[in-house]
């Protein structure tokens, strides 16, 4: 695969062809269990004793040589890896982790059968029997392991452990099916030897279970038990978005530039800087700060970004500036001065402090957003607000739906005027088709 250079897509249609030619299940379905199959970094080589009459478990050995703990035979690293005495293991345990953080295991297990009719192990008495299997996302694993004739013509053999998920749907069995250990030579193996780091990490399984990372049940859990004021695990409480069938609570959050960098760590660094909140890491020296400000000013940023460096002692300032500015205006030209360019980018450039704003707990009352954002309530402010929002222009589609439609929603209710208020309506007999079409429409449907 690295010396030709294969391309992830490249692997996935060789191992597909190779698929066809060979016998049902030779070879890993999928490029992520090729990967896993041959990932050495996952693979951990464990020693046993070289004495045949011991065949002791030693166990990893990262130190040249260790005695025997049955036998006190000398075991050479070197010469343990030049005969073959260790066979190798990768953690259970990570991989059982992984196929439910990556791939969606818990999705993949069948829902349990409640009838008396026995279609696969899961209906058996003995599972049944199992309490801890009755949780909705605990497993049970079926394993084996034999040898398997590498070569026809010597005794070499390969054994490999490997082991189902009952609960999986049949048709997926196949795509997680699980090799933690193998051996390789030409005795078989001693299974006290060999099963011992298996049977470690199922005993681990068994009473520790797995921790995933963050998933859409586990934040749901959470928010069950967070307040606002004591977060359980970041989470501050329940939301809305968990009414959503499709929404993943940890997936469908997308971490955003702005977000992340811009108003994260950028704002939480500068915040430590120039804040004198932590007086360890404010930077306090003036020439420092003339250094800086020297520095961002010199910053020559290309056209398109038309906001300009400012310096460190505007941090906190300007964006407030600008709605101040704008609430004052207000006071003096009142309305008229929404159109004005001026407002229009004020407007504009305060979007995020707007939605701050709006979006802080407690929510604000819309007479609190009116006297702190007056201009925000003119129509095309609050149709730009809108827009940047939700990126659907407001403005253009009703323009749109009137142009299409206001001709003859109009003569509808001309031919055939629905009540008194549509009546008066059109009797002022206004020019403008499209604040009438509106009027009129509200009328109808008793808005106002
Ligand atoms: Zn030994």
């Known amino acids: 695969m690295l010396r030709h250079h294969v391309t992830k897509a490249g692997c996935q249609d060789l191992l597909d062809l190779l698929q066809m030619l060979l016998p049902e299940n030779s070879l890993p379905s999928t490029n992520y269990l090729f990967n896993r199959a041959f990932d050495k970094t996952s693979w951990q080589l464990h020693h046993y004793c070289l004495n045949p009459d011991c065949g002791a478990y030693i166990g990893i050995?990262?130190?040249?040589?260790?005695?025997?703990?049955?036998?006190?035979?000398?075991?050479?690293?070197?010469?343990?890896?030049?005969?073959?005495?260790?066979?190798?293991?990768?953690?259970?345990?990570?991989?059982?982790k992984n196929l439910f953080e990556n791939h969606n295991l818990k999705d993949k297990l069948a829902l349990?059968?409640?009838?008396?009719?026995?279609?696969?192990?899961?209906?058996?008495?003995?599972?049944?029997?199992?309490?801890?299997?009755?949780?909705?996302?605990?497993?049970?694993?079926?394993?084996?392991?034999?040898?398997?004739?590498?070569?026809?013509?010597?005794?070499?053999?390969?054994?490999?452990?490997?082991?189902?998920?009952?609960?999986?749907?049949?048709?997926?069995?196949?795509?997680?099916?699980?090799?933690?250990?193998?051996?390789?030579?030409?005795?078989?193996?001693?299974?006290?030897?060999?099963?011992?780091?298996?049977i470690e990490d199922c005993r681990l399984l068994e009473s520790e279970g797995v921790v995933c990372l963050r998933t859409h049940e586990g934040m749901i859990q959470d928010a069950e038990l967070a307040s606002v004021n004591s977060p359980v695990n970041g989470v501050k409480g329940p939301s809305l978005l968990t009414t959503l069938q499709c929404f993943d609570m940890a997936d469908s959050f997308v971490p955003d530039y702005l977000h992340s960098v811009l108003l994260g760590v950028v704002r939480q660094v500068?915040?430590?800087?120039?804040?004198?909140?932590?007086?360890?890491?404010?930077?306090?020296?003036?020439?420092?700060?003339?250094?800086?400000?020297?520095?961002?000013?010199?910053?020559?940023?290309?056209?398109?970004?038309?906001?300009?460096?400012?310096?460190?002692?505007?941090?906190?300032?300007?964006?407030?500036?600008?709605?101040?500015?704008?609430?004052?205006?207000?006071?003096?030209?009142?309305?008229?001065?929404?159109?004005?360019?001026?407002v229009c980018k004020l407007i504009e450039g305060t979007y995020w402090l707007q939605r701050h704003m709006i979006n802080a707990p407690p929510s604000p009352t819309i007479a609190d957003i009116k006297t702190k954002w007056p201009y925000l309530f003119i129509q095309r402010h609050i149709y730009g607000h809108f827009e940047q929002l939700t990126d659907k222009k407001v403005h253009r589609c009703l323009e749109l739906?009137?142009?299409?439609?206001?001709?003859?929603?109009?003569?509808?209710?001309?031919?055939?005027?629905?009540?008194?208020?549509?009546?008066?309506?059109?009797?002022?007999?206004?020019?403008?088709?499209?604040?009438m079409v509106i009027q009129l429409l509200l009328a109808h449907f008793k808005e106002k």
């Open 112 to 198: 349990n059968n409640n009838s008396d009719c026995i279609q696969d192990v899961c209906d058996g008495a003995l599972y049944k029997r199992i309490t801890m299997l009755k949780g909705c996302s605990n497993i049970s694993l079926t394993w084996n392991t034999d040898g398997v004739p590498v070569f026809n013509s010597s005794s070499y053999s390969m054994w490999p452990v490997q082991c189902i998920i009952n609960e999986v749907t049949l048709s997926e069995q196949k795509n997680f099916v699980l090799v933690p250990a193998l051996w390789f030579g030409q005795t078989k193996p001693k299974m006290e030897s060999f099963l011992k780091p298996f």
């Open 61 to 96: 050995l990262d130190v040249e040589s260790a005695l025997c703990p049955m036998c006190d035979t000398e075991c050479k690293v070197s010469e343990h890896l030049g005969k073959g005495y260790y066979f190798m293991y990768s953690s259970l345990r990570d991989e059982i």
């Open 401 to 435: 739906s009137i142009q299409e439609c206001g001709q003859i929603i109009n003569e509808f209710f001309k031919s055939k005027p629905t009540d008194d208020d549509i009546r008066s309506i059109l009797s002022r007999a206004e020019n403008d088709v499209d604040a």
């Open 270 to 342: 500068t915040g430590l800087w120039f804040d004198n909140k932590v007086s360890e890491v404010n930077v306090k020296s003036p020439s420092v700060m003339q250094e800086i400000d020297k520095r961002l000013k010199s910053v020559r940023p290309p056209s398109e970004i038309t906001r300009l460096p400012r310096s460190v002692k505007e941090r906190q300032k300007w964006k407030g500036m600008k709605r101040q500015k704008m609430e004052e205006m207000h006071l003096h030209e009142v309305i008229s001065g929404a159109e004005r360019g001026d």
